[in-house]
């Protein structure tokens, strides 16, 4: 499974737009970019998938160049609830060892008022 | 509603005393996994299993068994649990070739 990094903490206030930028330069051909957020004491939340180009759901949008050594999940306009862990997550969707997720250390966002 | 219920969510034992937490999922997902969060070294998953009765081990299997009996089902089996092992514990369900895991809400457990 390819590597991923991202930046340890970020702080935004509310209303703002925060990005968050994964890097992953292994990143193989059959592999899709899968973010997670998981709040403090609670199992992780499925976020936003994609493969290429721009994703966009009710709740944020990732952005993957053309060369998909990278990825940026967009959060528009942050509230205080929105404070939480997000994990960038780099493998194929399923694969045959049904080995499910592999998760790195995440980004903490902290949103202030 | 779509879920994975572990239980129970929180646990204190002692040493050596064999424990189980269980997980069931009502989504009919084929994938089940086990994973442990501790302070500074995120989440870390303990077994998977593909389907009934095809189970296999995860990054930190040691001192852990599963079992995958029926579809809904997979228990973690602490068989002599020690204090290395307290920790925060999250079960989670992905439909073969779907998307999205689904995760449980948690199992605090202290092993004193």
């Known amino acids: 499974l390819a590597k991923t990094t991202q930046p340890i903490s970020m702080d935004s206030y509310e209303g703002q737009e925060v990005n968050i930028t994964c890097s992953h330069n292994?990143?193989?051909?059959?592999?899709?970019i899968t973010w997670y957020q998981q709040f403090p004491s609670q199992g992780p939340r499925f976020i936003i998938q994609?493969?290429?180009t721009k994703v966009t759901n009710e709740v944020a949008s990732l952005f993957i160049p053309a060369d998909r050594k990278s990825s940026t999940l967009s959060l528009p306009r942050v509230s205080l609830s929105d404070t939480a862990v997000y994990y960038c997550l780099v493998g194929p969707t399923y694969n045959n060892a049904g080995n499910m997720l592999t998760f790195g250390g995440g980004t903490r966002l902290m949103v202030k008022p | 509603e779509a879920q994975v219920t572990q239980n129970p969510r929180y646990l204190i034992t002692v040493t050596g005393k064999k424990l189980t937490v269980t997980c069931s999922q009502n989504?009919?997902?084929?994938?089940m996994s086990w994973y442990r969060q501790d302070p500074g070294l995120g989440l870390r998953q303990i077994y998977y299993?593909?389907?009934?009765?095809?189970?296999d081990k995860g990054d930190v299997p040691e001192g852990y068994k599963v079992s995958r009996k029926e579809k809904r089902n997979f228990p973690l089996i602490l068989e002599s649990p020690s204090p290395n092992q307290t920790s925060l514990y999250f079960c989670?369900?992905?439909?073969?070739?779907?998307?999205?895991?689904?995760f449980g809400q948690g199992t605090r457990l202290t092993v004193v």
């Open positions: 989670a369900s992905r439909a073969q070739g779907g998307t999205e895991a689904f």
């Open positions: 989504m009919n997902h084929e994938y």
């Open positions: 994609g493969y290429k």
């Open positions: 299993s593909m389907n009934v009765e095809v189970t």
């Open positions: 292994n990143i193989a051909t059959n592999d899709y």
